[in-house]
């Protein structure tokens, strides 16, 4: 599977910046996108009107980056007829680069655009991107999650370790454990303990850290990962008791599900 583009409903862009910005929320994200894709389809393919079109969105959006370490390119926009998979602007196989390979103008240069590959790349496995494929709809989400390996991890090591188990792909995927278990990884963009945060950081260039198969190490590392992308701190009882709550709430659907007892 094509970890960047898994399909044609959705799709990542992490590496290209989108998220390390102040206000990361998935409506001012897909405003911004719609907005410079559209302009971009009546940009001329020629050098001058393509750096203009880039101090264009310099200016228009506010691309002031969290972390200066990480560039935030205004080259990204949707790279479909309907506006669901984001992508660069400037590859060769984008809508009207007619096969012409544009990323020379990237800030980045053409060659780290063309060969970076992020640590999930990979570090998750077949089954583990066959559950976040299925059970994420749209590329804002599936962007955080399917960087953040180290939540996605904990997340699924919690739960095999209370079952006991490898999870079952069949029994996961059936409606009501399924559902759950979406609303599990949509914390990492509506997190009822954020505080209100716009930030949605993620952390696509980190890898996976040992994870001690204990609850509370794992509960740790998944609200750690929550705070990371929120940009907030602190672990509240609450957050533990929720998260505890939640993951007992899919396994005991999991185990109804594959009519096992629970
Ligand atoms: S962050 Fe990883 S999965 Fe996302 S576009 Fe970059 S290389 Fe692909
Ligand atoms: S030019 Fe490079 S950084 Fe910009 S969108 Fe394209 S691939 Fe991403």
């Known amino acids: 599977m094509n970890l960047c583009h898994p399909d044609s409903y959705k799709s990542c862009s992490a590496c290209c910046g989108v998220y390390n910005v102040v206000d990361g929320r998935r409506e001012i994200l897909n405003g911004s996108f719609l907005e410079r894709t559209k302009k971009f389809r009546n940009v001329a393919r020629e050098v001058d009107a393509l750096i203009g079109f880039g101090d264009h969105v310099r200016g228009l959006h506010n691309l002031s980056p969290l972390d200066p370490e990480i560039h935030v390119c205004e080259y990204v926009g949707f790279v479909d ?10 590859h060769p196989a984008a809508p009207g680069n007619n096969g012409v390979d544009l990323r020379g103008l990237c800030y980045y240069g053409s060659a780290a655009c063309k060969t970076f ?9 077949a089954r583990i991107l066959k559950i976040v494929r299925t059970l994420i709809g749209d590329w804002h989400l599936y962007g955080l999650i399917v960087t953040d390996v180290n939540y996605l991890m904990a997340v699924i090591d919690l739960i095999e370790l209370l079952i006991d188990a490898k999870l079952d792909l069949g029994t996961t995927l059936k409606p009501a454990p399924a559902m759950i278990l979406r609303g599990i990884l949509a914390w990492k963009e509506s997190w009822p303990y954020s505080k209100g945060s716009r930030i949605r950081r993620s952390g696509y260039y980190l ?14 590392v998944i609200i750690d990962s ?3 992308s929120f ?6 009882c609450d957050s533990v ?9 899919f ?4 185990h109804q599900a594959n009519g096992t007892v629970n």
């Not at 040992?210 to 740790?220: A, K, R, S, T, Y």
């Not at 396994?251 to 999991?254: L, R, S």
């Open 207 to 220: 890898k996976r850290q040992p994870m001690d198969q204990n609850e509370n190490f794992l509960i740790d």
């Open 231 to 236: 940009d907030i701190s602190g672990v509240s």
């Open 81 to 90: 007829g309907q506006n669901l998979t984001v992508g660069c602007m400037l």
């Open 226 to 228: 929550l705070c990371f």
């Open 241 to 249: 008791s929720f998260v505890r709550r939640e993951i007992g709430a």
């Open 117 to 125: 590959y992020c640590p999930a790349c990979e570090e998750l496995s």
């Open 251 to 254: 396994i005991k659907a999991y």
